[in-house]
């Protein structure tokens, strides 16, 4: 191709995301952000969308110069001369997704083009309740049924002591909303019972 018109970029994010409780020194880890950088500023395309967890653009990579630097000081460095760059963290149930999902999402276009990247961004939208998306499913009784019309519609299986946490739960509530503290999720841990956080 003479030109290319977009470069979508998504490197894994082992050593950003805050599932990840084993992570140690993730600085070259991180660095995969940078080889997108760099396959960017070789390619030049119209346009570029980078996308990956909240705290994406604080995290710490080794950049091409061998300095660590937070990743944001990492994308202005290598492509703020060709590109104009918008960074914004957006819940993508907002935007279409069927699931909350908070992530930072970066558009940069090309200088030349006159484009300016917040003009990118898709349109913000009311989030779809469960009712909205899944309604019209037909209602499963036993625990493990799998509906004969569509393998990915089932009653996922779970440990019977957690039918406490949901049972008195109104629409639109979640198993951190319970008042009586029995309810709400947890786990054992050498016999002391230990709250789970309620983070995604």
């Given at each position: 191709?003479?030109?290319?018109?977009?470069?979508?970029?998504?490197p894994?994010?082992?050593?950003?995301?805050?599932?990840?409780?084993?992570?140690?020194?993730?600085?070259?880890?991180?660095?995969?952000?940078?080889?997108?950088?760099?396959?960017?500023?070789?390619?030049?395309?119209?346009f570029?969308?980078?996308?990956?967890?909240?705290?994406?653009?604080?995290?710490?990579?080794?950049?091409?110069?061998?300095?660590?630097?937070?990743?944001?000081?990492?994308?202005n460095?290598?492509?703020?001369?060709?590109?104009?760059?918008?960074?914004?963290?957006?819940?993508?149930?907002?935007?279409?997704?069927?699931s909350?999902?908070?992530?930072?999402?970066?558009?940069?276009?090309?200088?030349?083009?006159?484009?300016?990247?917040?003009?990118?961004y898709p349109?913000?939208?009311?989030?779809?309740?469960?009712?909205?998306?899944?309604?019209?499913?037909?209602?499963?009784?036993?625990?493990?049924?799998?509906?004969?019309?569509?393998?990915?519609?089932?009653?996922?299986?779970?440990?019977?002591?957690?039918?406490?946490?949901?049972e008195?739960?109104?629409?639109?509530?979640?198993?951190?909303?319970?008042?009586?503290?029995?309810?709400?999720?947890?786990?054992?841990?050498?016999?002391?019972?230990?709250?789970?956080?309620?983070?995604?």
């Amino acid at each position: 191709l003479d030109e290319v018109t977009a470069v979508i970029a998504t490197p894994p994010c082992q050593g950003m995301s805050v599932a990840n409780h084993k992570k140690g020194d993730e600085s070259k880890r991180n660095s995969l952000v940078v080889a997108s950088l760099e396959l960017i500023r070789q390619i030049k395309p119209k346009f570029f969308v980078l996308e990956n967890v909240k705290a994406f653009l604080t995290t710490i990579c080794t950049d091409l110069d061998g300095k660590d630097k937070k990743i944001k000081e990492a994308i202005n460095v290598n492509l703020g001369c060709l590109y104009d760059i918008e960074f914004k963290v957006l819940n993508f149930k907002n935007y279409g997704a069927n699931s909350s999902r908070t992530r930072t999402l970066v558009i940069g276009a090309r200088k030349d083009l006159g484009i300016l990247p917040e003009t990118l961004y898709p349109v913000y939208r009311k989030e779809k309740t469960l009712r909205d998306i899944i309604s019209d499913l037909p209602s499963l009784k036993e625990m493990g049924e799998i509906w004969d019309k569509d393998i990915f519609h089932y009653f996922r299986r779970y440990s019977p002591e957690m039918r406490r946490w949901l049972e008195l739960l109104k629409e639109g509530q979640s198993a951190f909303d319970n008042e009586d503290k029995s309810r709400l999720p947890h786990y054992y841990r050498n016999g002391e019972i230990i709250y789970t956080k309620n983070g995604n």
